[in-house]
């Protein structure tokens, strides 16, 4: 019996078909960051695009489905999901088991990792995470990045500072101006942003904390939604869409591979 749904964020359950009649999703409203290049950000026309973006649009087309894209304030992302006010979290979003607590998530479809940037010729010999002790350390505020260290006490109180930001922009001009000494971020972020800021940054071979991966999040009892888009993505790896995407953004193709 196939599953279908409808209103999402509306509050309807899901319908199965002949119990009712059957309706698909009329709309799917995705929370973002809008300023997380190059997963999703606004370009020059004040438009949302981005890696993320193109991959959602192409898994609602397939659904048949509007999109709408809609900035949230990053750090409660959890209650904007709850709360009804979005449906979906598609934005370069970590797997965490803190996260998995409140939030239901599809199966990874990229790797990430966490590491070090500084201004160009200021490596100031960091080739591990220890060595970002007395130093001025800065990430996102309600990143990876931000939850691992809080969670490594020795490693945050051997820092000199530890500042965050509402978003990468702010802490890259913070970085440039020298008012940190390191940054920590997600590594396909930080190269997008540097590949945009000609040689004024360094990226370090410096992984701080353990490699994640990248999920598609849902409100935690939302498994209809959240299985229907998981079998377009499916879909999409599989006859190369998704592959074609990410080849258009970073040359190559970083869709994680099933099994």
Do not use: H
């Amino acid at each position: 019996m196939t599953m279908v749904f409808a209103g999402c964020g509306g509050g309807e359950q899901p319908k199965a078909d002949g119990e009712g009649g059957s309706k698909k999703i009329e709309k799917i409203t995705i929370g973002l960051d809008d300023e997380y290049a190059p997963m999703g950000f606004k370009n020059e026309q004040n438009e949302i695009v981005g890696f993320d973006v193109d991959l959602a649009k192409e898994a609602a087309k397939r659904l048949g489905s509007e999109v709408e894209f809609k900035a949230i304030d990053w750090n409660s992302k959890e209650a904007e999901l709850k709360s009804g006010r979005i449906d979906i979290i598609w934005n370069g979003l970590d797997i965490t088991p803190e996260r998995q607590q409140n939030m239901l998530f599809s199966d990874p479809y990229m790797d990430n990792r966490q590491i070090v940037f500084v201004k160009a010729g200021n490596a100031q010999d960091i080739t591990a995470e220890a060595d970002l002790a007395g130093k001025g350390i800065g990430t996102q505020a309600g990143s990876t990045a931000e939850t691992y260290i809080d969670g490594n006490e020795t490693l945050k109180t051997s820092f000199k500072e530890f500042k965050t930001y509402g978003d990468y922009v702010s802490a890259f001009m913070d970085l440039e101006n020298g008012r940190i000494d390191a940054l920590v971020c997600d590594e396909i972020v930080g190269r997008y942003a540097m590949s945009k800021q000609g040689d004024k940054f360094q990226a370090l071979d410096v992984t701080v904390g353990p490699v994640t991966q990248f999920g598609i999040a849902f409100r935690k009892d939302d498994t209809a939604l959240r299985d229907e888009v998981q079998k377009v993505f499916d879909e999409m790896v599989k006859d190369g869409a998704a592959k074609k995407i990410s080849e258009q953004w970073f040359g190559k193709n970083l869709i994680k591979a099933k099994g």
